[in-house]
């Protein structure tokens, strides 16, 4: 495997994901910020925070995918919320748990940020996740 993930004595815990990504290989892939749109560009799960994250966890997946990855590969998560607050940690959590069994993804997490935004290129839009993998 090209990505070991860890989280080093003495560092904060418990959280839900790895503070550390240690990677190996020579393919670099980015995922650019999917949001809940499905195939054709609709919005899905409107005002909803936690099927917002998943649907696009779903739509990291398949441009994961697409490079020949999967979320085993993923070295750093980065998610961008809207009108952040902590009492929204319960309904964005709710989202990555929905899809983790579905769509492979590591527990805990690999590393990730989550960083509240006033608003995203479009008002319906309420999360944003980037995804960065290596392959060998």
């Given amino acids: 495997m090209a990505v070991?993930?860890?989280?080093?004595?003495?560092?904060?815990?418990p959280v839900p994901y790895h503070h550390v990504s240690i990677s190996t290989?020579?393919?670099?892939?980015?995922?650019?910020?999917?949001?809940?749109r499905d195939?054709?560009?609709?919005?899905v799960a409107t005002g909803d925070l936690a099927g917002q994250v998943a649907q696009?966890?779903?739509?990291?997946?398949r441009g994961l995918a697409g490079a020949g990855a999967t979320?085993?590969?993923?070295?750093?998560?980065?998610?961008?919320?809207?009108?952040?607050?902590?009492?929204?940690?319960p309904d964005f959590v709710a989202g990555i748990d929905r899809v983790t069994e579905e769509l492979g993804i590591p527990q805990p997490l690999p590393p990730l940020s989550a960083i509240?935004?006033?608003?995203l290129f479009e008002p319906d839009v309420l999360v944003e996740v980037e995804a960065y993998a290596i392959l060998d």
Avoid at 5 to 13: A, D, K, S, V
Avoid at 25 to 36: E, L, N, Y
Avoid at 71 to 89: E, H, S
């Fill in 4 to 13: 070991q993930l860890l989280t080093p004595e003495g560092m904060f815990t």
């Fill in 25 to 36: 290989g020579t393919r670099h892939v980015h995922v650019a910020g999917q949001i809940a």
């Fill in 39 to 43: 195939a054709e560009g609709n919005p």
């Fill in 56 to 61: 696009a966890m779903r739509n990291t997946a």
């Fill in 71 to 89: 979320f085993a590969d993923v070295v750093r998560l980065r998610f961008f919320v809207t009108n952040w607050t902590p009492d929204k940690y």
């Fill in 116 to 119: 509240g935004v006033d608003y």
